[in-house]
């Protein structure tokens, strides 16, 4: 055989998971980005009492691929005035760097690209650093003042909100001593128990900034449609605009995934250590049956023949699945067995990312937007001090069990109640510093050259 | 072969994005050049397998100081500013330091040259997938043998910073 072609098979033979996963996320991510937005338009539906998109599909199921369909065939404008190269190549940046940085997530103990680079969670963390430029660049090349003053704000708020990130990633990495993604989620469950437990004021402030990182509602700035239209993506249409909207929803896959593993235990099942909640093993197969029996039920009531079809099509897929979990359950068949981790670990970490996710959602519908000074006095002033003070917290947890001897709850209990008085302290100190701020500032006006 | 080839690839592009970089008239594309080049450095890095250095690289100088640059870029007039920087004294002092650093570097490659095994030629490196994982090995030199400079480095950076705020806050005060 020709050798060169033989060292293609070989690697091939070698690498084949990790082509196939890369494959994967290229290609369902943005279906996966799409059925996202559906299930938010839904969501915000519900929480406003109203039913959403219903028209297209059953309960608008097929509502993203006729969206995708119509900004594929919408004119692509570029502005007279702008700069092509950058204005084309911006929305290419956003997404490139969201799609790579899932690369080094693991969604399972078998889907994965690559999960034991030496870096981690840090190469996931720093790819996704790249998207802001995507943002920042798009904004100057489209040369217009929200797109500027959008862009202006996404950056000084990523960077903001970063630093913040980094600090609360820093206590998670503390616990676990390494920043290997497969060996992070084995090493809480030797642990017992989610870091998310052991560091909850690291898990919280890492929400908080992982939200305004992927500049949703309430720290939706810069695309603040009631102030700057529609911020950095004002100029975009067509299928620059879905790319990078695209980004925005890869983003927060991303920045789901990384709080998962680190702090929600990663492809674990809730307690992977207590016995009795052993149950929960049955209950991947026992949801999708409940959905396939749901869709079966729901089938006979669509009014035209293609729905139906389609939700016996539904049904039979989710049946077909629960099959599979069903009998690769410890007891049955053999050749089941050994694909059995990968989807059951693969079925928790979309259940904790989708509750993420959710979590991201619900914030949105529920809380108003904040002003750019708040947003400010936020990340600055109480978050990034926050996390330095939990850095040093869980450090001190740490150097109490291992040095001392101490019981381990005991004393994570005591140095989180000791972050949790500091953060209180900032806040109130905070509040009177900004009281008097306010009123200097309604004494002699300041010009803010980026507020908006 | 193939780690050659990976090599000259990122030192293609880290030479053609510098060349670019200072030839650009336009600031902003040349933010955009350097970001390329300092990309392709933190490649070789990974191409050598001191995968931390390639990250720290990404986040530090890219996910960093790249985006502040472009920050600054964009609230600051250059069109008013450039040609303030034109005078003819710049011009020969710049010309004058590549000059300088052309012939240091060429004395150092011709050094290298010219005594085998020697210079900038390790003698026998080990194979880099033979390393030990560089992450831990970077934290225990650092802490460990070069815990001094390390943290007077912080404390000098940090007094850097400190001073800025302070100066920053100064002139908002006057205001």
Same mark, same amino acid.
């Given at each position: 055989?020709?050798?060169?072609?033989?060292?293609?098979?070989?690697?091939?033979?070698?690498? #084949?998971?990790?082509?196939?996963?890369?494959?994967?996320?290229?290609?369902?991510?943005?279906?996966?980005?799409?059925?996202?937005?559906?299930?938010?338009?839904?969501?915000?539906?519900?929480?406003?009492?109203?039913?959403?998109?219903?028209?297209?599909?059953?309960?608008?199921?097929?509502?993203?691929?006729?969206?995708?369909?119509?900004?594929?065939?919408?004119?692509?404008?570029?502005?007279?005035?702008?700069?092509?190269?950058?204005?084309?190549?911006?929305?290419?940046?956003?997404?490139?760097?969201?799609?790579?940085?899932?690369?080094?997530?693991?969604?399972?103990?078998?889907?994965?690209?690559?999960?034991?680079?030496?870096?981690?969670?840090?190469?996931?963390?720093?790819?996704?650093?790249?998207?802001?430029?995507?943002?920042?660049?798009?904004? #100057?090349?489209? $040369?217009?003042?929200?797109?500027?003053?959008?862009?202006?704000?996404?950056?000084?708020?990523?960077?903001?909100?970063?630093?913040?990130?980094?600090?609360?990633?820093?206590?998670?990495?503390?616990?676990?001593?390494?920043?290997?993604?497969?060996?992070?989620?084995?090493?809480?469950?030797?642990?017992?128990? #989610?870091?998310?437990?052991?560091?909850?004021?690291?898990?919280?402030?890492?929400?908080?900034?992982?939200?305004?990182?992927? $500049?949703?509602?309430?720290?939706?700035?810069?695309?603040?449609?009631?102030?700057?239209?529609?911020?950095?993506?004002?100029?975009?249409?067509?299928?620059?605009?879905?790319?990078?909207?695209?980004?925005?929803?890869?983003?927060?896959?991303?920045?789901?995934?990384?709080?998962?593993?680190?702090?929600?235990?990663?492809?674990?099942?809730?307690?992977?250590?207590?016995?009795?909640?052993?149950?929960?093993?049955?209950?991947?197969?026992?949801?999708?049956?409940?959905?396939?029996?749901?869709?079966?039920?729901?089938?006979?009531?669509?009014?035209?023949?293609?729905?139906?079809?389609?939700?016996?099509?539904?049904?039979?897929?989710?049946?077909?699945?629960?099959?599979?979990?069903?009998?690769?359950?410890?007891?049955?068949?053999?050749?089941?067995?050994?694909?059995?981790?990968?989807?059951?670990?693969?079925?928790?970490?979309?259940?904790?990312?989708?509750?993420?996710?959710?979590?991201?959602?619900?914030?949105?519908?529920?809380?108003?937007?904040?002003?750019?000074?708040?947003?400010?006095?936020?990340?600055?002033?109480?978050?990034?001090?926050?996390?330095?003070?939990?850095?040093?917290?869980?450090?001190?947890?740490?150097?109490?069990?291992?040095?001392?001897?101490?019981?381990?709850?005991?004393?994570?209990?005591?140095?989180?109640?000791?972050?949790?008085?500091?953060?209180?302290?900032?806040?109130?100190? $905070?509040?009177?510093?900004?009281?008097?701020?306010?009123?200097?500032?309604?004494?002699?006006?300041?010009?803010?050259?980026?507020?908006? | 072969?193939?780690?050659?080839?990976?090599?000259?690839?990122?030192?293609?592009?880290?030479?053609?994005?510098?060349?670019?970089?200072?030839?650009?008239?336009?600031?902003?594309?040349?933010?955009?050049?350097?970001?390329?080049?300092?990309?392709?450095?933190?490649?070789?890095?990974?191409?050598?397998?001191?995968?931390?250095?390639?990250?720290?690289?990404?986040?530090?100088?890219? *996910? *960093?100081?790249?985006?502040?640059?472009?920050?600054?870029?964009?609230?600051?007039?250059?069109?008013?500013?450039?040609?303030?920087?034109?005078?003819?004294?710049?011009?020969?002092?710049?010309?004058?330091?590549?000059?300088?650093?052309?012939?240091?570097?060429?004395?150092?490659?011709?050094?290298?040259?010219?005594?085998?095994?020697?210079?900038?030629?390790?003698?026998?490196?080990?194979?880099?997938?033979?390393?030990?994982?560089?992450?831990?090995?970077?934290?225990?030199?650092?802490?460990?043998?070069?815990?001094?400079?390390?943290?007077?480095?912080?404390?000098?950076?940090?007094?850097?910073?400190?001073?800025?705020?302070?100066? *920053?806050?100064?002139?908002?005060?006057?205001?």
């Amino acid at each position: 055989m020709n050798p060169a072609l033989h060292s293609v098979l070989a690697f091939l033979q070698g690498w #084949w998971v990790e082509l196939l996963c890369a494959f994967l996320i290229v290609a369902l991510v943005p279906l996966i980005a799409g059925y996202i937005v559906l299930v938010e338009r839904k969501l915000m539906a519900d929480m406003q009492a109203r039913l959403g998109p219903m028209r297209v599909g059953p309960h608008g199921l097929l509502q993203p691929i006729a969206d995708a369909l119509k900004l594929l065939i919408k004119e692509d404008i570029i502005p007279a005035e702008a700069d092509k190269l950058v204005f084309w190549f911006a929305p290419v940046l956003s997404m490139t760097a969201a799609l790579t940085a899932l690369g080094a997530v693991a969604f399972g103990p078998w889907f994965h690209v690559a999960r034991d680079i030496n870096i981690g969670l840090l190469f996931v963390v720093g790819i996704s650093a790249l998207g802001p430029f995507g943002i920042v660049l798009g904004g #100057w090349a489209s $040369n217009n003042h929200y797109s500027i003053i959008g862009a202006l704000r996404s950056t000084a708020q990523l960077i903001s909100y970063e630093t913040t990130a980094g600090f609360a990633l820093v206590s998670g990495f503390l616990l676990s001593g390494t920043l290997r993604v497969g060996a992070i989620v084995e090493q809480q469950r030797a642990d017992h128990a #989610w870091y998310a437990f052991l560091a909850p004021v690291g898990f919280i402030t890492y929400l908080i900034a992982s939200i305004a990182e992927t $500049n949703r509602a309430p720290f939706d700035l810069p695309e603040a449609e009631s102030e700057l239209v529609a911020g950095y993506m004002t100029e975009y249409s067509g299928f620059r605009w879905a790319l990078y909207f695209l980004g925005e929803y890869a983003n927060m896959i991303v920045v789901a995934s990384v709080g998962t593993t680190l702090f929600l235990g990663g492809w674990l099942r809730p307690f992977p250590s207590v016995d009795w909640l052993g149950w929960l093993d049955a209950l991947p197969a026992l949801l999708l049956a409940a959905v396939g029996v749901y869709c079966l039920i729901r089938a006979g009531k669509q009014p035209a023949q293609v729905q139906k079809l389609f939700m016996w099509a539904v049904a039979f897929a989710c049946f077909g699945v629960a099959l599979i979990f069903a009998l690769a359950a410890p007891l049955a068949m053999a050749p089941l067995h050994i694909i059995y981790p990968g989807l059951y670990g693969a079925f928790w970490f979309l259940v904790k990312v989708s509750a993420y996710i959710y979590v991201f959602m619900w914030l949105r519908f529920t809380l108003p937007r904040f002003r750019f000074d708040q947003l400010m006095r936020l990340g600055w002033h109480i978050l990034i001090p926050l996390a330095l003070v939990n850095i040093l917290g869980v450090g001190i947890a740490l150097a109490l069990i291992s040095g001392l001897g101490w019981n381990r709850w005991l004393a994570i209990a005591i140095t989180t109640t000791a972050t949790v008085i500091a953060g209180l302290l900032l806040i109130r100190w $905070n509040d009177r510093h900004a009281v008097a701020a306010s009123l200097a500032a309604e004494a002699s006006p300041v010009e803010d050259s980026y507020a908006g | 072969m193939l780690d050659s080839i990976i090599f000259y690839f990122f030192a293609g592009i880290a030479v053609l994005s510098a060349l670019l970089m200072i030839t650009r008239r336009n600031a902003i594309h040349s933010a955009v050049f350097l970001t390329t080049a300092l990309l392709a450095t933190a490649g070789i890095f990974l191409q050598l397998h001191a995968e931390f250095l390639f990250i720290v690289q990404i986040i530090l100088y890219v *996910g *960093g100081i790249m985006v502040m640059f472009i920050f600054v870029i964009m609230l600051v007039r250059l069109d008013v500013a450039l040609p303030r920087l034109r005078s003819r004294l710049r011009q020969w002092s710049a010309i004058l330091v590549a000059l300088a650093v052309f012939l240091e570097a060429g004395i150092i490659l011709y050094l290298a040259r010219r005594i085998p095994g020697e210079g900038l030629l390790v003698p026998s490196p080990a194979p880099a997938a033979k390393l030990p994982p560089n992450t831990e090995d970077l934290a225990n030199s650092l802490f460990h043998a070069y815990l001094l400079p390390f943290e007077i480095a912080s404390v000098l950076l940090l007094v850097a910073m400190i001073g800025a705020v302070v100066m *920053g806050k100064n002139r908002s005060d006057t205001k």
